[in-house]
């Protein structure tokens, strides 16, 4: 056992070298609540089917993380789309994962989760969706997400976060331009401990 922590350790340090640079504004700090604007302010509300296409774009995204179907979860984001994993007590920490090396850098980031022959659900709610005047959606929401090891034990919350997204249509398909992930806990990872 001791060995695979030594790799995985080597993996995450080689993971964190690879990444772009950190990108702390990329994130919304403490005191900022950009869900206000989703009432009386510039968002106008989706039509019923806009609406029901961006929750089936938030649905496949808790999917493919949930069965880590990494290359499916790339296909989820524009070319040039972004990940964000924030972490609310070190604001420079942050994580930015193009959509292009999401796939390998996530398998990599969940090879705990496969080791221990463990399971990660994700519940989303309280889902805002907001329309820009460009027909892009900007999207927030919150997340719970709970690991089970299967054949053992029960379920146990891993963490709780905020999800922000801003999802451009393209012909008949929603796409991720960017997802930030916002825990409301510090030291949470990329992937689930």
């Known amino acids: 056992m001791r060995a695979y922590q030594i790799f995985r350790a080597v993996a995450l340090l080689s993971l964190l070298a690879a990444w772009p640079a950190f990108a702390a504004n990329e994130c919304p700090g403490p005191n900022e609540t950009p869900w206000r604007d989703y009432r009386n302010g510039a968002l106008t509300a989706p039509t019923p089917e806009e609406r029901r296409d961006v929750i089936d774009l938030l649905s496949q995204y808790a999917w493919t993380m949930d069965n880590r179907d990494f290359i499916g979860l790339a296909a989820l984001f524009t070319k040039t789309g ?18 292009g090396s999401l796939a390998k850098q996530f398998e990599t980031l969940f090879a705990n989760l496969a080791a221990t022959n463990s399971s990660a659900t994700r519940v989303l709610s309280s889902i805002l969706i907001g329309k820009r005047e ?11 997400v709970s690991i089970q ?6 379920v146990h919350l891993d963490y709780t976060a905020r999800l922000y997204a801003i999802i451009k249509r ?14 409301f806990q510090s030291g949470i990872q990329a992937s689930a401990r």
């Open 82 to 99: 972004r990940y964000f994993h924030c972490d609310p007590g070190n604001a420079n920490a942050v994580l930015a994962i193009s959509a």
């Open 134 to 144: 460009d027909d892009t959606f900007q999207v927030a929401l919150t997340v719970q």
């Open 149 to 154: 090891t299967i054949g053992v034990g029960g």
């Open 170 to 183: 393209d012909g008949t398909e929603m796409y991720f331009e960017t997802l930030r992930i916002a825990p």
